[in-house]
């Protein structure tokens, strides 16, 4: 019994360094940006994406050349769904 293929996310993270955020099917024969959009409208990512997704159909892929990254506000552009750009600000630790 095989699994069920998978495409294999990263929310604005390294895929070479760090295990995928998360996972969506896989159908065969459908685009990999029309699976990443049909997952982002049917609320399936939740509704605070990054800047960037990366995706692969494998977990840990072993070439950059099996990685694709999306711009995520292009991308919601280009869908027509309305959106707000936020930014998060990485403050430093204060001196003890």
Not at 1 to 16: C, G, S, T
Not at 53 to 63: F, G, L, N, Y
Request: net charge negative; hydrophobic share 35%; charged share 25%.
């Amino acid at each position: 019994m095989r699994a069920e293929p998978k495409l294999y996310l990263w929310f604005d993270r390294d895929p070479a360094a760090f295990p995928p955020d998360q996972a969506i099917p896989d159908v065969p024969g459908t685009a990999d940006i029309d699976l990443l959009s049909s997952a982002i409208l049917n609320g399936e990512l939740g509704t605070l994406l990054p800047a960037r997704i990366s995706m692969s159909t494998r977990p840990q892929p072993e070439s950059p050349r099996s990685i694709r990254t999306i711009d995520v506000g292009r991308l919601l552009r280009d869908l027509r769904v309305h959106h707000r750009r936020c930014y998060q600000i990485d403050l430093p630790e204060p001196n003890e």
